[in-house]
């Protein structure tokens, strides 16, 4: 089951930059979450640390699909 898609606006970032996070969700599912380094985020940005990062994207299956949601992640590289 495809929950959906989360893509970064940038690979690498340096110290002190904004991440935008563009998610798109199937039809009848709900973004869930973001987490950045296992922290929650509000809304679908976060200023970058000056190190690497683990994103994750959970997303909401609806209940009749037979599926659970899902969870999407990737690292995003301090580049200084």
Not at 50 to 69: H, I, Q, R
Request: charged share 20%.
């Amino acid at each position: 089951y495809n929950s959906g898609m989360a893509k970064l606006n940038k690979f690498q970032a340096k110290a002190g930059e904004t991440i935008e996070i563009t998610v798109t969700c199937e039809e009848g599912v709900t973004l869930d979450s973001i987490t950045v380094d296992g922290k929650e985020i509000s809304g679908t940005s976060f200023t970058m640390p000056d190190k690497d990062v683990l994103v994750e994207v959970n997303f909401d299956a609806p209940l009749n699909s037979g599926g659970t949601g899902g969870t999407g992640s990737g690292g995003l590289q301090s580049s200084g």
